[in-house]
């Protein structure tokens, strides 16, 4: 909850896990409702990098923030980074692996 501001400054309708009410569910569900609701899913997780289990093509996108210490500053410094470059016609649909120094982005609907 400490970090969803800093999305929300961007002009985007941010909610998180808890304010759900997923916290501690299972990550199928976590993603059906990100579906359901229209929501990019924004996780520390990386089980959602995984695009055969987790398809972003079906989503609103799926943002994995891959820190390997995730550290509050750290964290906060990656989303301040990224913030800007969240809009719906840039992450609809496709799987973004942020770290600390770069930014990979999968659209796997443009695969041959």
Not at 31 to 40: D, S
Not at 48 to 73: C, H, K, M, Y
Not at 87 to 96: C, N, T
Request: hydrophobic share 45%; proline share 8%; glycine share 6%.
């Amino acid at each position: 909850m400490r970090l969803a501001p800093l999305i929300a400054e961007g002009d985007h309708d941010v909610d998180t896990v808890k304010a759900e009410g997923l916290s501690g569910k299972h990550d199928d569900l976590i993603y059906a409702t990100c579906r359901a609701k229209g929501r990019v899913l924004m996780v520390l997780d990386m089980d959602f990098s995984n695009p055969l289990r987790f398809d972003p093509s079906a989503t609103e996108g799926i943002i994995v923030l891959r820190i390997p210490r995730p550290t509050l500053p750290i964290v906060r410094a990656t989303i301040l980074q990224i913030a800007p470059l969240i809009r719906p016609d840039q992450v609809r649909g496709k799987l973004w692996i942020v770290e600390p120094t770069r930014i990979r982005v999968y659209d796997l609907t443009k695969v041959d």
